[in-house]
């Protein structure tokens, strides 16, 4: 009977698998998140998060596609955080987390939050903060 090894093979993947991820630390630990989330994903977090969903449906999904698009260290280790009463990773941190990945598959990264941040900066100029364009005190100090 033929016989096929596969622990050879998963080892080789798992090298493989970093470079095609999205790289991102979280209180100094270097996370790995899918640099391009599955269909089916996308399809149940949609489904979880729509207006017809619960608040507790909602959190519930997006934890469940966060969880579902780390690479299983990362999994661990924020599952592991997420457990612990004294740790002060959260949802907040967790929601900043899914907004840096959304940025990386969309394209279109603004920069980076402290909690999340990647090792892959964002190419180009910074552009201006619209909040300095729309001040009213920077006229006013023009003008005197």
């Known amino acids: 009977m033929r016989e096929f090894v596969t622990a050879a093979k998963e080892v080789a993947e798992t090298d493989d698998e970093r470079d095609d991820m999205i790289e991102f630390k979280v209180d100094g630990v270097v996370c790995f998140a899918d640099k391009t989330p599955?269909?089916?994903?996308?399809?149940?977090?949609?489904?979880?998060?729509s207006n017809n969903s619960s608040k507790n449906e909602m959190i519930a999904g997006t934890i469940n596609f966060f969880f579902s698009v780390l690479d299983d260290e990362t999994r661990t280790y924020l599952a592991a955080k997420l457990m612990d009463r004294k740790d002060l990773f959260g949802l907040d941190e967790i929601q900043e987390i899914m907004h840096d990945l959304v940025e990386e598959w969309s394209g279109r990264p603004t920069g980076r939050s402290s909690a999340s941040t990647s090792s892959r900066r964002p190419a180009g100029r910074k552009s201006t903060p619209r909040t300095?364009?729309?001040?009213?005190?920077?006229?006013?100090?023009?003008?005197s």
């Open 38 to 49: 599955g269909d089916g994903q996308l399809a149940l977090f949609m489904a979880s998060t």
């Open 132 to 143: 300095r364009e729309l001040s009213s005190s920077d006229s006013q100090s023009t003008a």
